[in-house]
């Protein structure tokens, strides 16, 4: 089972759009998929029109597996299931740091399910913390949406020098350009200075800024769903299939 974490240190960068969209399209794809939102906004379960499961509290989701195996939620989906995040969530921080093992609680979680999934996608609170390091940990692929600004320029910067700080592999991080408006001299030209930096850390896959995507909040599903045919839809795509490439390779 491969672990691939959706995830960016800055809000509002496309990070849940591209998990949901990834999700839909592994599982189209026949790849037995499970979506699994570890941030407690819920927005990866409310995309897919799914309620939390009251009972999968922050401690249970690391030493219950019993009762996490059985918040998970069919989609309307073939081969994609979502375990939807719930308020609790909130409080990973404190109770991960509280436990002192070996193994990340996080990874002995997901363990429990590995014969269920071929892929589980995480769909990652916007933040450097606790969780993050589990998150870091664990996963085989982090998938990284950067809208091509100076903000998002620097904040990759500061994500790239904690993983060098803690030893962590870099290779893990795949990026690639989030909302990107070429018409945007600025767009294009933090785009050309990004990949001459980073060179192969970032896919060649980029998602345009798109009105389809904005409205995944109200259509409640993924943009592959809602506009198949769209720009953005063809973009997710082959995210995907550039992903997958990197990922099943290893």
């Known amino acids: 089972m491969k672990v691939i974490a959706c995830y960016s240190n800055k809000g509002g960068v496309g990070k849940t759009a591209t998990a949901v969209n990834l ?6 794809a026949g790849v037995r998929t499970l979506l699994c939102d570890l941030d407690p906004q819920g927005a990866a379960g409310f995309y897919y029109r799914l309620k939390p499961s009251k009972s999968l509290s922050n401690s249970r989701f690391f030493d219950d597996a019993r009762r996490l195996s059985n918040a998970i939620r069919a989609s309307d989906f073939a081969n994609l299931d979502i375990l939807p995040a719930n308020k609790s969530y ?35 609170p916007p933040n450097l913390s606790v969780l993050s390091e589990h998150i870091f940990q664990t996963a085989n692929a982090i998938v990284v949406p950067v809208i091509p600004t100076t903000l998002s320029q620097r904040t990759l910067r500061q994500l790239v020098k904690y993983f060098k700080s803690n030893d ?8 690639f350009f989030s909302m990107v408006q070429v018409s945007k001299t600025l767009h294009r030209d933090t785009m050309e200075q990004m990949r001459d930096t980073y060179g192969q850390r970032f896919l060649t896959a980029q998602i345009p800024f798109a009105t389809d995507v904005e409205r995944m909040g109200l259509n409640r ?3 592959m ?5 769209s720009p953005a839809s063809r973009a997710y795509l082959a ?11 290893t």
Do not use: M, W
Request: hydrophobic fraction near 45%; proline fraction near 3%; aromatic fraction near 8%.
């Open 90 to 124: 909130r409080e990973f921080d404190v109770l991960l740091s509280q436990i002192s093992t070996a193994r990340s609680p996080l990874g002995r979680a997901l363990a429990g399910i590995e014969f269920d999934y071929e892929v589980v996608v995480l769909d990652c």
């Open 221 to 223: 599903a993924p943009v």
């Open 225 to 229: 769903v809602s506009a198949r045919n």
């Open 23 to 28: 999700a839909y399209a592994l599982s189209s």
């Open 239 to 249: 995210l995907c299939e550039e992903v997958v490439s990197r990922v099943f390779k």
């Open 168 to 175: 962590l592999s870099v290779e893990k991080l795949h990026c």
